[in-house]
Nanobody, 115 residues
Framework: QVQLVESGGGLVQAGGSLRLSCATS????????MGWYRQAPGKQRELVAV???????NYADSVKGRFTISRDSAENTVHLQMNSLKPEDTAVYYC?????????WGQGTQVTVSS
């Protein structure tokens, strides 16, 4: 049973920074891909950033240059560093880990950016 525990969300002013973390009970190097999604009220869940086992990354256009996804293999943790936050970044952020064919989701952490 893979468990994911997210942390790091909160309230921040526009232009500020937050760092989200997703800790897993399983070796992070086991997963084929690690990612972060977000869902704003009334909107569909969307991909924010993904990091493959091989080290490739992909970001949503709206966060390129501001967000960085990384992993800490020693701590079995995936991070999302979010800088220059905007009010439109307000959403519940979900950690997502893929071990094909399975997908695992975190419980979500709220990020609120005030203008």
């Amino acid at each position: 049973q893979v468990q994911l525990v997210e942390s790091g969300g909160g309230l921040v002013q526009a232009g500020g920074s937050l760092r989200l973390s997703c800790a897993t009970s399983t070796s992070i190097t086991s997963f084929d891909a690690m990612g972060w999604y977000r869902q704003a009220p009334g909107k569909q869940r969307e991909l924010v950033a993904v990091l493959t086992r091989g080290g490739s990354t992909n970001y949503a256009d709206s966060v390129k240059g501001r967000f960085t996804i990384s992993r800490d293999s020693a701590e079995n943790t995936v991070h999302l560093q979010m800088n220059s936050l905007k009010p439109e970044d307000t959403a519940v952020y979900y950690c997502n880990l893929k071990l094909i064919p399975r997908t695992y989701w975190g419980q979500g952490t709220q990020v609120t950016v005030s203008s």
